[in-house]
């Protein structure tokens, strides 16, 4: 069985990871209940066993850095803004929702908490994420953008275009590719010769790290590393 490492890890820092991720999923196991039960209406899908990598990075964010979602955000809107209560108002098409309820489960935004915005086409947030990261660096700022995506949207053109100016540019962009290997009912060995994503970041040129998305303990820490060295603009670097 794999054991997470949790040194260096304070207790308080350990019990709000957990603390975060169970929010998530019992919010969300009360959304798919809802759906069940026909008093949520529009689609949702739901990010369960995906809690971990948005809490561990959300750590390491502020409002003023800008999260770009997908289809499936109800964790990362949850990790970034702690409003459960915003979630569940849109997801049941109330005005007191994030969106004011006319955009249901699939477009969240909260600004004001570094929430950018989510939608349901595989892969649009991906440039608009790249578009937050330039105009982060034309005012020298020190936020970074954080474009999370599934493997279905590294089959999108728009990604190689947005990696290729990404690194051209150097923009303080995280990408994020949480590869579940499915996109809808397809295995990623069904539609890619490989199971891995990260041959698109090396194509460009972009710096990457594969990790256990999981591992709570293990994204906690390395994700500092990554966010601060983004924040510095030292970790895009080209590789030689
Ligand atoms: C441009 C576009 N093409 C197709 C779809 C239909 N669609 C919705 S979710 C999905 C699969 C996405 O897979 P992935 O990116 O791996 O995300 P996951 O669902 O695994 O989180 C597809 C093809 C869409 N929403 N947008
Ligand atoms: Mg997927």
Known sequence: ????????????????????????????????????????????????????????????????????GTHRSHNHYLAMTDDVEGLISETLGKESGCSKGMGGSQHLIKESKGFGGSVPIVGATIPIAAGAALAMKMRNMSSIAVAFFGDGATEEGVIHETFNMAAKMQLPVCFVCENNLFASHLHILQRQPASSTVRFARAHNINYIQLDGNDVALLYRKLKLIVGKIRKNAFLTLLK
């Open 1 to 68: 069985m794999h054991c997470s490492d949790i040194s260096g890890l304070s207790s308080d820092t350990l019990f709000r990871l957990l603390h975060k991720m169970l929010i998530i999923r019992e919010t969300e196991e009360w959304i798919a209940q809802k759906v069940g039960s026909g008093d949520i209406k529009c689609p949702c899908h739901l990010a369960v066993g995906q809690e971990a990598a948005p809490v561990a990075l959300s750590e390491h964010l502020t409002e003023s850095d800008r999260v770009y």
